[in-house]
């Protein structure tokens, strides 16, 4: 297969021609909920360009490893030759003429990996994230070193001797809680993500907006366990965007593909 990475760390993408398609029931509850007055038209001119970033790797042992603390036997034995990573990636919309779009629409980000048998553990955010937290509000979550994230029931104490890993709209940082190795704090930037494991080591969302800012990063989170020996992942992001039918309906769906963008992330940062 061939794969030709890109020697930039970020690049921007136009949407190709639209198609039709069938809208998902999301898109179509959000437009039903508009209850629009009466004469007010909906906008469907192209949708935005894109900014898509090459996906950042924090190696969850190394971060460890600067506590001055080795990794708890029981938790070394469970990962065996595994090595767990975050990714953070980020994804930025720019409206037309700098206007967002009348219409509610989604967004689809899926990262592929290629040739590393890599599991992927946690995907960021999801449904019990945006249940605790508002748009615009940062959410702490307790990271366990294997990368299985959860909601932990206080604050976390942190590691203050070791600096935090800053991402755009997320932090990492060591924790001395005995469940969550690490806390990690990220940026809700929409009400409705639907995110999910997908294929060997990938993660896809579906992100829907219908009244939020359009026009800023939008961060997503990812954990995954690499072979010990791995040293870079070979990569392919997908994106896409929809707009819903007139009022919840069938009429105007529409479908817009960006070009595929290959990467080469580095896993031992």
Not at 24 to 43: A, C, H, I, T, Y
């Amino acid at each position: 297969m061939s794969h030709d990475e890109l020697i930039t760390d970020e690049v921007t993408l136009t949407p190709k021609v639209y198609t039709e398609f069938e809208a998902d029931e999301v898109l179509r509850q959000l437009m039903r909920s508009r209850r629009p007055r009466l004469g007010l038209k909906e906008n469907w001119d192209p949708p935005f360009d894109l900014r898509v970033v090459r996906p950042r790797a924090v190696d969850l042992r190394t971060l460890w490893e600067r506590t001055g603390q080795e990794v708890p036997p029981h938790i070394a034995a469970a990962l065996g030759p595994q090595r767990p990573v975050l990714l953070h990636h980020t994804v930025t919309p720019f409206p037309p003429n700098g206007k967002s779009p009348v219409s509610p629409w989604g967004l689809g980000y899926e990262f592929v990996v290629h040739d590393v048998d890599a599991n992927t553990e946690s995907v960021l955010p999801n449904d019990q994230v945006l249940q605790i937290a508002r748009v615009g509000q940062n959410v702490e979550l307790g990271l366990e070193f294997g990368g299985t994230v959860g909601i932990p029931e206080e604050a976390l104490e942190l590691v203050t001797a070791v600096p935090a890993v800053s991402l755009t709209g997320a932090q990492v940082t060591a924790s001395t809680n005995q469940k969550y190795s690490f806390a990690l704090s990220m940026m809700i930037t929409l009400r409705k993500v639907i995110g999910a494991p997908v294929g060997v080591g990938g993660a896809q969302w579906k992100m829907y907006r219908q009244d939020e800012r359009l026009d800023r990063p939008h961060p997503l989170i990812q954990t995954l366990l690499v072979p010990e020996k791995v040293k870079t992942i070979r990569c392919t992001i997908r994106t896409w965007a929809k707009q819903a039918g007139f009022f919840g309906s069938r009429i105007g769906e529409k479908f817009w593909r960006y070009d595929d963008q290959n990467f080469s992330v580095d896993v031992r940062n």
